[in-house]
């Protein structure tokens, strides 16, 4: 483990993150569809994660739609210098809650101003292009068109950075001839491990790795493993998780979701959590069984 793995933060393009940021998906109401319950409580969460140091929050206009964004533009503007916010194109919601592909020329200039407007903002610091070929997960598929799309938005000076969300290697080697990918966000977790490969290599790059669903997906993990060794460490299994994420590369960032204040200190308490190699080798065993069952579908980010 190296003293990189270790450290607080990440360069994100040109702008400096802490690693563990803040993921605003749950702010929305079930099924990441309309408001929340309690708006108050989602504001305060959000006011609560910039004053405790976070400095890299998570977000798309798609969620609820509009309701994430508008909610954090309520809580936080005026924006701190130092706040990187991240959203997502691609995608939008239709009527019933579900989850539609929206990659055409048009459709991403009407996200990236969507996402302007409801931030309050006349720059993007970093936009993700959300690939949607396959509903389960990563699927191959060409996705020159609506990269250039938005290296052409990028280059009209609405967004800073660039990145990649549900996408294959091949996808990421595409995407990088056709503008520079400062970010890949992927399902990964303790459980689901099939980037491995791919987060070394971003590492090498010095691109930063962010995975999705930290914690399992909207069931969280569950195993044997990770209570035994949450109970050795004196932490509670979600801190457990979050910390093997910190010391797996240097180049992971974090974005857990809570609309909880006590939840969200736990989550940044795990930065100080060090795991001892034998807790990393017995966490090993939990991808070795998801691998050895039937598979737990992909979830949808």
């Known amino acids: 483990m190296t003293d990189a793995t270790h450290a607080a933060t990440f360069k994100l393009g040109t702008r400096s993150v802490t690693r563990m940021g803040y993921g605003a998906m749950q702010l929305a109401g079930p099924h990441v569809f309309g408001p929340p319950k309690d708006r108050a409580a989602a504001v305060a969460v959000l006011r609560a994660a910039v004053e405790r140091g976070i400095t890299h929050i998570d977000t798309s206009d798609f969620y609820g739609p509009h309701v994430t964004n508008q909610i954090i533009r309520e809580a936080l503007a005026p924006y701190p210098d130092t706040l990187t916010i991240v959203t997502k194109v691609g995608a939008k919601r239709g009527d019933d809650a579900s989850w539609n592909v929206a990659s055409s020329a048009a459709e991403l200039e009407s996200a990236v101003h969507d996402n302007l407007r409801n931030l309050g903002r006349d720059v993007l610091d970093v936009v993700n292009y959300r ?17 250039t799309a938005l290296a052409e938005l990028q280059a009209k000076g609405l967004i800073r950075h660039i990145g990649l969300s549900n996408v294959t290697a091949r996808q990421i080697a595409q995407g990088r001839t056709i503008t520079d990918i400062v970010c890949v966000q992927n399902l990964y977790n303790l459980a689901h491990r099939h980037d491995e490969a791919l987060i070394d290599q971003l590492a090498g ?59 969200l200190e736990q989550n940044i308490a795990s930065v100080d959590l060090r795991l001892p190699d034998d807790a990393l080798a017995a966490l090993d065993t939990i991808a070795a069984a998801n691998a050895q069952g039937s598979g737990a579908s992909h979830e949808r980010h």
């Open 205 to 263: 790059d010095g691109v930063a790795y962010v995975p999705f669903f930290p914690l399992g997906g909207f069931t969280p993990l569950q195993a044997d493993a990770l209570s035994r060794t949450a109970e050795q460490c004196d932490a509670t299994p979600m801190q457990v998780a979050l910390a093997w994420l910190l010391q797996r590369a240097p180049n992971m960032l974090l974005i857990p979701g809570t609309s909880s204040v006590a939840h």
């Open 131 to 147: 690939a949607m070929f396959n509903v389960s997960g990563p699927g191959e598929g060409d996705i020159e068109a609506p990269l």
